[in-house]
């Protein structure tokens, strides 16, 4: 029963400006798939175009797969596909409590059972019913970043929209998380669409990826042919060369 | 010869709310001569706050104490106010983080460049303004002209930090130190500082104390390495013997990253020992 999505021909324009140009991508359910690019590529703005935060200028976004298949921005949208932020600094309300950051999503999709949900989810991301009661600047990056999950996770989605969920983290700390995002995605059957700029973390987590460039699509590949060094376009070797470290001329 | 820079015993502690001392720098020792030196470690591990120590940036309320903090036989500790100002910004360098908030947003750059100058050296305006654009030009920026007269904002991230950099190393430092100067960037953007910064480095023989939470591209980048846990050096090591590093922490930290080409899942985690701290 679970859902993937369906990008067709995004275009993205801000006030003249084409941030996302022409992009077309198939996340089939079950699925994890990546977008890699350098800042200003459109990868997390085709992101926040899904879920509404930014205008769909021209383009589809679907839902596919069985099951119910409810329309972009409408509620039965929102509660299917959710999103987990970057920065967990920023992510979380400062003057909110861990219990109430999660009990304010079931406000507002109406779920009943608010209690036994939040205690599930805080379990479900490895933190225990003890972080109920803490405001965030009481956890550390690792553990604000696990609430963020929980967050997204309490609606009991089938889309998870990982924008650099590690990329503020520790190089432990980001073990930690991708481990946990890779075994909820098994034990729920989640569909990940991850952005990052981290070819390692990307191929980690996902099967196919495509890597973007100044709105536009550069290539689409399998994790394998970039672990195998097969890639075509020379803007996707720079970055994985790049990737392996500062190499002396 | 001896060496540029001698660290011994070096302590950093801040108070607590009630009032009682913690430690964030618990007796690091080093010694640095004209090399590329890398300072490793996790977010809290005492890593920045030694390279503010040495540079005097230490906030008010922490206290330095060591038994001995020298720079080109110069000690930072009891020396005067006034050598010590003299020395930063201008014997020794410092390149930050993020342009974005380590730049003055109403100053151009080329304006910040000359102010660097005018604190440490008595030039001319003319003279001034041309090492502005000549030091520009030496980090690869291509219209220097255009750029000097540039606010921060309406430069990229890179530029940003090149510009940071010429502003560094206007004045000619013996040692440069420099916190997380690529962490900002974009990897592509990334190494195009590295190899600038790389190549300024060698060519005028300066110290340099390259401050990273990527123990990958500090080995990559750096001679040796020390690094850091729960503010102390758990272990140095040159930067190419990385792969034979014997420290726990070291080689956990090594193996909980990702690679290319390999499938390993779940990642393994880091075990702490609660004895590294001690």
């Given at each position: 029963?679970?859902?993937?999505?369906?990008v067709?021909n995004?275009r993205?324009?801000?006030d003249?400006?084409?941030?996302?140009?022409?992009?077309?991508?198939?996340?089939?359910?079950?699925?994890?798939?990546?977008?890699?690019?350098?800042?200003?590529s459109?990868?997390?703005?085709?992101?926040?175009?899904?879920c509404?935060?930014?205008?769909?200028?021209?383009g589809?976004?679907?839902?596919?797969?069985?099951?119910?298949r409810?329309?972009?921005?409408?509620?039965?949208f929102r509660r299917?596909?959710q999103?987990?932020?970057?920065d967990?600094?920023?992510?979380?309300?400062p003057?909110q409590?861990v219990?109430?950051?999660?009990?304010e999503p079931?406000?507002?999709?109406?779920m009943?059972?608010?209690?036994?949900?939040?205690?599930?989810?805080l379990?479900?991301?490895?933190?225990?019913?003890?972080?109920?009661?803490?405001?965030?600047?009481?956890l550390s990056?690792?553990?604000r970043?696990?609430?963020?999950i929980?967050?997204?996770?309490?609606?009991?989605?089938?889309?998870?929209?990982?924008?650099?969920?590690?990329?503020?983290?520790?190089?432990?700390?980001?073990?930690?998380?991708?481990?946990l995002l890779d075994?909820?995605?098994?034990?729920?059957?989640?569909?990940?669409?991850m952005?990052?700029?981290d070819?390692?973390v990307?191929?980690?987590l996902?099967?196919?990826?495509l890597?973007?460039?100044?709105?536009?699509?550069?290539?689409?590949l399998?994790?394998?042919?970039?672990?195998?060094?097969?890639?075509e376009?020379?803007?996707t070797?720079?970055?994985?060369?790049a990737?392996?470290?500062?190499?002396?001329? | 010869?001896?060496?540029?820079?001698?660290?011994?015993?070096?302590?950093?502690?801040?108070p607590?709310?009630?009032?009682a001392?913690?430690e964030?720098?618990?007796?690091?020792s080093?010694?640095?001569?004209?090399?590329?030196?890398?300072?490793?470690?996790?977010?809290?591990?005492?890593?920045?706050?030694?390279g503010?120590?040495?540079?005097?940036?230490?906030?008010p309320q922490?206290?330095?104490t060591a038994?001995?903090?020298?720079?080109?036989g110069?000690?930072?500790?009891?020396?005067?106010?006034?050598?010590r100002?003299d020395?930063?910004?201008g014997?020794?360098?410092?390149?930050l983080q993020?342009?974005k908030y380590?730049l003055?947003?109403v100053?151009?750059?080329?304006?910040?460049?000359?102010e660097t100058?005018?604190?440490?050296?008595?030039v001319?305006?003319?003279?001034?303004?041309?090492?502005?654009?000549?030091?520009?030009?030496?980090?690869q920026?291509?219209r220097?002209?255009?750029?000097?007269g540039?606010y921060?904002?309406e430069?990229s991230g890179?530029m940003?930090q090149r510009?940071?950099?010429a502003m560094?190393?206007?004045?000619d430092?013996?040692?440069l130190i420099?916190?997380?100067p690529?962490?900002a960037?974009?990897?592509?953007?990334q190494?195009e500082?590295?190899r600038?910064?790389?190549?300024?480095?060698a060519?005028?023989?300066?110290?340099?104390?390259?401050?990273s939470h990527d123990l990958?591209?500090?080995?990559s980048?750096?001679?040796?390495v020390l690094v850091?846990?729960?503010?102390?050096?758990?272990e140095e090591i040159?930067?190419?013997?990385?792969?034979?590093?014997?420290?726990?922490?070291t080689q956990?930290?090594?193996s909980?990253?990702?690679?290319l080409?390999e499938?390993?899942?779940?990642?393994?985690?880091?075990?702490?020992?609660?004895?590294?701290a001690?």
């Amino acid at each position: 029963m679970s859902v993937g999505i369906e990008v067709r021909n995004l275009r993205v324009v801000y006030d003249g400006f084409v941030a996302v140009d022409d992009t077309s991508f198939h996340v089939a359910p079950g699925e994890s798939f990546g977008l890699v690019g350098e800042s200003g590529s459109g990868k997390s703005t085709i992101l926040r175009a899904i879920c509404g935060l930014a205008p769909v200028t021209a383009g589809e976004i679907a839902l596919v797969g069985r099951g119910d298949r409810p329309k972009p921005g409408s509620r039965g949208f929102r509660r299917l596909v959710q999103m987990v932020f970057q920065d967990p600094y920023g992510s979380l309300h400062p003057r909110q409590t861990v219990d109430r950051i999660l009990a304010e999503p079931l406000a507002i999709h109406r779920m009943d059972d608010a209690e036994r949900r939040i205690e599930q989810a805080l379990d479900e991301v490895g933190l225990g019913t003890g972080f109920r009661f803490r405001y965030p600047h009481q956890l550390s990056g690792g553990q604000r970043q696990r609430i963020a999950i929980a967050r997204a996770l309490i609606l009991e989605p089938q889309v998870l929209l990982l924008d650099e969920p590690t990329s503020a983290l520790d190089a432990s700390v980001q073990a930690e998380v991708l481990n946990l995002l890779d075994e909820l995605r098994r034990r729920r059957g989640l569909t990940f669409l991850m952005v990052s700029h981290d070819l390692a973390v990307v191929t980690h987590l996902c099967e196919r990826l495509l890597v973007m460039a100044g709105g536009r699509t550069v290539e689409t590949l399998s994790s394998e042919d970039l672990a195998a060094r097969r890639v075509e376009s020379p803007y996707t070797r720079t970055l994985m060369e790049a990737s392996t470290g500062f190499r002396r001329a | 010869m001896s060496p540029l820079l001698v660290v011994d015993d070096l302590r950093v502690a801040f108070p607590n709310r009630e009032g009682a001392l913690v430690e964030a720098v618990r007796g690091v020792s080093f010694e640095l001569g004209r090399e590329r030196l890398g300072v490793v470690g996790e977010s809290g591990s005492g890593k920045s706050q030694t390279g503010r120590a040495i540079l005097g940036l230490t906030p008010p309320q922490g206290r330095v104490t060591a038994k001995r903090l020298a720079f080109d036989g110069i000690d930072l500790l009891t020396c005067p106010p006034r050598v010590r100002r003299d020395l930063r910004g201008g014997r020794i360098g410092m390149v930050l983080q993020d342009p974005k908030y380590s730049l003055n947003p109403v100053m151009t750059i080329g304006a910040q460049i000359v102010e660097t100058l005018h604190a440490h050296e008595r030039v001319s305006r003319r003279e001034a303004r041309e090492r502005a654009l000549a030091m520009l030009a030496a980090v690869q920026i291509d219209r220097p002209e255009r750029v000097y007269g540039l606010y921060p904002h309406e430069v990229s991230g890179g530029m940003g930090q090149r510009a940071m950099i010429a502003m560094m190393l206007v004045a000619d430092p013996d040692l440069l130190i420099a916190d997380e100067p690529t962490s900002a960037l974009d990897v592509t953007v990334q190494l195009e500082v590295l190899r600038i910064l790389d190549r300024l480095v060698a060519d005028r023989g300066m110290g340099l104390i390259f401050i990273s939470h990527d123990l990958r591209l500090v080995s990559s980048f750096c001679d040796r390495v020390l690094v850091m846990y729960a503010g102390r050096v758990v272990e140095e090591i040159a930067a190419g013997e990385l792969s034979r590093a014997q420290h726990p922490y070291t080689q956990g930290l090594l193996s909980c990253l990702p690679r290319l080409g390999e499938s390993r899942h779940p990642l393994p985690v880091l075990q702490r020992d609660p004895a590294w701290a001690l």
